[in-house]
């Protein structure tokens, strides 16, 4: 009785395990093919130059392709449904960004839930939002900006990169602080803004640095000051808007995700090596020449950041009455 008993635990105990090891032979192989890595924006943009850095440090080292796959709209949401309804198997990506817990507080009807449906894998980069003007518009500080608001009322706009967006909530929190009246013009994207900016179609942007800080060192674009906590090291002589409207503070951030239930072993690969690309020297140079800080961290450091996130702008979203377009 006792040798049965023995060789049946013993059975059990090895069906128990046939799960285990498939799990991790599943991720020592991954990935055996081609991964999509979903942006939500249109290329050009900020998010799609670093999504193209971390989809090629992936492809080296993982020997697989990780090919970019642009579905702008609505402010990611198209990108991120896309994602949501894809299989959990890791072969498709969401370069995630600030936008995701934006949206969650913005529309309440969409189809899926960004906290719910979305796995974190991995923080990438913070980047600091340019307070920017054409040149032609007389100011050349934040209090200028301010005076130069009132004085005009409802006559000044600023351009983002649409409603919603991280520009967007972070302007409309600007707002509320300094209290100006400025209308503001989404477009699609960074890049249409840029151009009307440049050409004197609109007078203010709040833009991701990354995507901003060319026109700025070439003089067709002056910056008033960045919106992070501190200073950005690729502008160091800029101010930040926090030195004028003590307590504000909005960054640019990026990171991976990928759908509800995709294997552990997998996320945390794909977390592992992100994390290497971000400690690669010069992949380190080629995101500081964007104004890009790396974010270093585990699965479970980007969910706790961005639960604080969403909890952050659900708050300005409510206040300020910004809705979706």
Same mark, same amino acid.
């Given at each position: ?29 991954? *990935?055996?093919?081609? /991964? ?24 080296? @080292? ?7 796959? #642009? ?49 974190? /894998?991995? %923080? ?5 939002? /340019? ?11 934040? *209090? ?7 004085? #005009? ?9 649409? %409603?919603? +967006?991280? *520009?967007? /909530?972070?302007?409309?929190?600007? =707002? ?13 994207? %960074? ?48 101010? +930040? ?20 239930? +995709? ?18 020297? =010069?992949?380190? @140079? ?40």
């Amino acid at each position: 009785m006792n040798l049965l008993r023995r060789r049946f635990l013993g059975l059990a105990a090895g069906a128990a395990a046939v799960p285990f090891i498939s799990r991790i032979a599943r991720a020592q192989t991954y *990935p055996t093919r081609l /991964v999509r890595i979903i942006v939500g924006f249109p290329a050009g943009g900020p998010t799609d130059i670093i999504a193209r850095l971390i989809g090629q440090w992936l492809s080296e @080292r993982l020997g697989q392709q990780f090919v970019i796959e #642009n579905r702008p709209g609505a402010s990611s949401n198209i990108g991120t449904e896309v994602v949501v309804n894809a299989p959990p198997d890791g072969y498709v990506l969401l370069f995630t960004t600030s936008a995701g817990p934006i949206n969650a507080a913005i529309y309440d009807k969409l189809n899926f839930n960004f906290v719910r449906d979305i796995a974190p /894998v991995a %923080s990438v980069s913070s980047t600091p939002l /340019v307070v920017e003007v054409n040149p032609s518009v007389p100011v050349r500080t934040i *209090p200028e900006l301010i005076s130069y608001a009132k004085s #005009n009322p409802g006559k000044v706009n600023y351009a983002t990169a649409g %409603s919603g +967006t991280s *520009p967007h /909530v972070a302007a409309e929190l600007f =707002k509320l602080m300094s209290g100006v009246d400025m209308l503001h013009v989404p477009y699609r994207g %960074s890049a249409p803004a840029l151009t009307d900016l440049i050409s004197g179609q609109v007078q203010v942007m709040f833009d991701p640095a990354t995507s901003s800080i060319e026109h700025i060192r070439t003089g067709k674009l002056r910056a008033l000051a960045v919106t992070s906590a501190i200073r950005s090291e690729a502008l160091p002589d800029t101010p +930040t808007v926090g030195d004028f409207l003590p307590g504000y503070s909005a960054i640019y951030w990026c990171g991976v995700g990928a759908p509800k239930g +995709t294997p552990v072993e997998i996320v945390e690969k794909l977390n592992i090596e992100i994390n290497a690309g971000l400690a690669d020297a =010069k992949l380190r @140079r080629r995101f500081a020449d964007l104004a890009a800080t790396m974010l270093v961290g585990s699965r479970f450091d980007f969910a706790k950041f961005i639960a604080e996130e969403t909890e952050k702008w659900s708050k300005v979203v409510k206040v300020a009455g910004i809705k979706g377009d």
